[in-house]
């Protein structure tokens, strides 16, 4: 399984982004697939994710405020941000787990600065 995120950038607080993570390979049987993120100094957490099908989880940081969504085809997952906060800046990681393995996709930067 190869992932590819795109749509970080800069944004000022209050200001939205889009993520997206496409997945290609072996997508059939993935059975988590959302974003962790990494801020400077701190471990990588969830933001948000599927699981199980059709359930889904937020961060209780992001609760509100994001909105995970995906395709039909269940290969790409989008991440939808509103309302950012300067302490939602972070690298954002995709992530999918097919098999109890994991896969990360490459990381993309989200500022959030004025």
């Known amino acids: 399984v190869q992932l590819q995120a795109s749509g970080g950038g800069l944004v000022q607080p209050g200001g939205s982004l889009r993520l997206s993570c496409a997945a290609s390979?072996?997508?059939?049987?993935?059975?988590?697939m959302g974003w962790y993120r990494q801020a400077p100094g701190k471990q990588r957490e969830l933001v948000a994710e599927?699981?199980?099908?059709?359930?889904?989880r937020y961060a209780d940081s992001v609760k509100g405020r994001f909105t995970l969504s995906r395709n039909n085809a269940r290969d790409t997952v989008y991440l939808q941000m509103n309302s950012l906060k300067p302490e939602d800046t972070a690298v954002y990681y995709c992530?999918?787990?097919?098999?109890?393995?994991?896969?990360w996709g490459q990381g993309t930067q989200v500022t959030v600065s004025s």
């Open positions: 992530y999918a787990q097919r098999y109890s393995y994991d896969y």
């Open positions: 390979g072996s997508v059939f049987s993935i059975n988590v």
């Open positions: 599927f699981f199980g099908g059709v359930r889904l």
